[in-house]
């Protein structure tokens, strides 16, 4: 199903590909981490702020 074409959304054929990015160097802090993009991360953020 992954490598049928009519799987994948328009959006997916047609957008630009993401900036490049540089990693993150050095010790961080933060209280929270969210990792991921989905609902669940999405709405734990909302909730935090």
């Known amino acids: 199903m992954l490598n049928d074409r009519r799987s994948h959304g328009l959006w997916e054929r047609t957008a630009p590909p993401p900036p490049a990015t540089e990693n ?3 010790n961080l ?3 929270v981490a969210i990792v991921g993009a989905g ?3 999405l709405w734990t953020a909302y ?3």
Request: proline share 0%.
């Open 39 to 41: 609902y669940t991360g």
């Open 24 to 26: 993150l160097r050095g």
């Open 47 to 49: 909730y935090l702020k």
């Open 29 to 31: 802090v933060a209280d």
